[in-house]
């Protein structure tokens, strides 16, 4: 399968979990979440202040049950996924500007009113019913759904959609595309993906912090795929979740 489709077919089949996510509470188990900041304490955890830390959470949760504060209040917003979404956006429709003027052409010339004196009426009515089919086939070619447009419906999974056309050289009002094309949609394409997949966490991610364990070894954080990340020193062997050590 082409790998580019792919990538582009991931953005335009989560773009509505995007915008779910967007208003949804922050997921704890995202890949690295917590378990970043805890072994960053490692070396310097302080009794006191982690005492002090629950206490204040307690007093928060306090405030949350607080009847003073019930009642509607705005969802709250993932500025993040907000980011992502405007970013993988601005991307895929800058790219199917470019690639559209490129390769797209342009919509059929309606047929001008011609001043012609005709031999007789016979030769008037069939010059008459070919301006007509003129007509109606450019009408058709302006509107073409396969055809991108530089106004109107201009968001992500449209721009998606046309590029994943172009790659596969889908039929359209469009010349195939070039290597260079190809090389440009794919590089936009698997940005986007890995934005999407990343801010969802739907993707399997492995990664090295730049945090090294007490023995000097590297520490590997896995996770991703909605699961809870787990890390893991390649030295000596440790592996840590948000809950702490779990083996040493």
Known sequence: MNPTATNLRTVALHWTD?????????????????????LARLDDADAEQLEYERHQAAHLRSLER?????????????????????????????????????????????????HATYASQREADIAH??????????????ADPRRWRHTGRR??????????????????PCQPINEQHAKRIGMVAAGAAERVERALDIAAQQRTIAQRCACGGEITMHGGEGRA????????????????LVAA
């Open 18 to 38: 995007l915008r779910e996510a967007a208003g949804a509470p922050t997921q704890l188990g995202a890949f690295g979440l917590g378990l970043r900041g805890y």
């Open 66 to 114: 607080d009847p003073l504060q019930l009642g509607d209040r705005p969802t709250p917003i993932r500025l993040h996924i907000l980011d992502t979404m405007r970013a993988v956006e601005a991307a895929l429709t800058a790219c199917a500007d470019d690639i559209a003027r490129q390769v797209q052409r342009t919509p059929m010339a309606m047929p001008t009113a011609r």
């Open 129 to 142: 019913r070919d301006r007509q089919r003129q007509a109606v086939l450019a009408r058709a070619d302006l």
């Open 155 to 172: 968001d992500a999974v449209r721009a998606a959609l046309w590029l994943c056309a172009r790659v596969e050289y889908r039929p359209g």
């Open 229 to 244: 990340p787990v890390a893991h020193c390649e030295g000596c062997g440790r592996i840590w979740t948000e809950g702490g």
